[in-house]
């Protein structure tokens, strides 16, 4: 039977650190093996996923042979002292697996990608010089191994490039923000610039290279907060003979390295919302305000706010002066000072608080997923069996326009589903914007990422719900208010406006005046 899919798992950007060998070996073969074996110890004792990375030129063909004439750099010099063989870097690169270590190497020269693949390096890096070198990248996007870009030096117009460049020719590759000034002082970093190609270039990790001086601890705590999470890092061991760089760092320095990006991660937590830890809830008890009583009240009285006064300490089973609301009715007789009970208001939502509390998460849905609606568009928020099940059946409608055809933003909440029907004059076309959303259509169900369009027919029975909530447009023919007939007989029966409910600029100023009892079946 023939393959049609290939089911292999992509490599993994994510949280990688590459400790970067560089010319640090110093041309010996021993002194890189030391090198390859504490990275692979402090990678253990950190517990992260770490790669070593070699660098890769076909030195006789790459340097020109009269190079002297044409330059005093100090690098070619360098690069013709530190020179290794290929069973030499055979050595190394068996030592970096030993280590658990992943492989990763720089060609700077076609040659060299031919090496990487003869030595089953897993990963190649393209350094910042040779990021526009058009050869170099057409051969090693034919190697089918993932790629790591610097952009060093690259204006956003040159990057775009290189992201169409893999992206059309399906390479697996990450991106790494880079400032390639040998140490990099602090006023140069532009940390700025990870948030860039994180919003610039969704669905691609963005990492950091870093060439700063190995006392500054700050460029990494703050790239990780940026959102950068693959590092680059160059390192080395100094002996008596053997001095480092500027920009290179020891193994104690690569600890307190891995120690300042450890304490980012910890203050910057977990993505999403966060949970509010009981000691903090405690901590904010103390401040908080109780509701007491100014006089005596009789059980059964109406609580306005000239009976009460707020005041601290708090009190256990206390109601909290957030939670007070003219017109309760006491429980019980009251004396003078005394704190009111929270059971006067349970903490069970009313059906004016679902309305108001699913419009602040809808808007909130809509700012996350960068979606802008100006001020021209109507909402209905559509509750199937009723709002007081509105977050877990339904879905907000944002009514954009409705002409000979119409565009909806549709916005579902975590957990929400909107029940089976169709429509028999509308053609609609869904596109999501943000989230995942599954979509059933006639018994089969479908799951949209953002970009991804499905087409539904009139007369075609489907629903659609989300886990993690969801923003996509409907662009159809025309609307018609009396269009969607619902499989469910429940639903059916009820008149459209009973399971509506309208919002006219949010609903601000419109439900203020609003009985909670007019809420039974809709606005």
Known sequence: MRTTMRNERKFDFENLFIFELANNHQGSLEHGLRIIREMGEIAREFKIRAAAKLQFRDLDAIIHPEHEKFSNSHYMKRFLETRLSEEEFSRLTSEIKNEGLLTVATPFDEPSVDKIERLGVGVIKIGSPSNQDWP?????????????????????????????????????????????????PNDKFSLNQIEILKNRYPGIVIGFSTHEEPSNLNAIRLAYAKGARIFEKHVGLETDQIKLNAYSANPGQVRAWLGAWREAVEACGERGEREIPEKEAEDLRTFVRGVWTKREIKAGETLNYEDVFFAMPLQEGQLVSGRFLAGLAADRDYHPNEALSASLRPDTKSKKEIVYHSIHAIKGMLNEAKVPVGHDFSVELSHHYGIERFQEVGAAIIECFNREYAKKILVQLSGQFNPEHYHKLKDETFQVLSGVLEVEVQGRKKILYPGDMLWIPRGVVHSFGTDAGAVFEEISTANHKEDSFYLDPSIAKLPRDERKTYLLNWGQHQLEDIEEQDLTGGV
């Not at 040159?158 to 169409?164: G, T, Y």
Request: aromatic letters at 8%.
């Open 136 to 184: 170099l990248l057409e051969r090693a996007s034919q190697t089918g191994k993932p790629v790591i870009v610097s952009v060093g030096g690259l204006v956003i117009r040159d990057i775009d490039k290189i992201v169409s460049f893999f992206q059309k020719r399906g390479v697996h590759f990450a991106l790494l923000h880079c400032v390639s000034i040998y140490p990099t």
